[in-house]
């Protein structure tokens, strides 16, 4: 499974989000990426020094993603 689509998955699961599983990075799912990265923007943003979110997902956002998977794999 590509990335796209994993991270299509994710925003489904985890922010409830309503993204096609398409594996095209659309605006649609940059604007998702853009609330999950304000959601959390002390662990994301404030790490580079800015306050807006990108909607790029990188080292931060990526780590964030990955700790919200092992969170629940944790607890089941």
């Known amino acids: 499974m590509d ?3 994993k991270l299509q998955i994710f925003l489904n699961t985890f922010e409830g989000e309503d993204l096609a599983i398409d594996g095209i990075y659309k605006k649609v799912d ?3 990426i853009k609330r ?3 959601k959390y923007t ?4 404030l790490y580079w020094n800015i306050t807006e979110p990108t909607g790029y997902v990188y080292i931060k956002t990526t780590e964030m993603i990955n700790r919200k998977v092992a969170e629940k794999e944790t607890k089941e």
């Open 42 to 45: 002390k662990e994301i943003l």
């Open 36 to 38: 999950f990265q304000k």
């Open 30 to 32: 940059v604007a998702a």
């Open 3 to 5: 990335d796209v689509k």
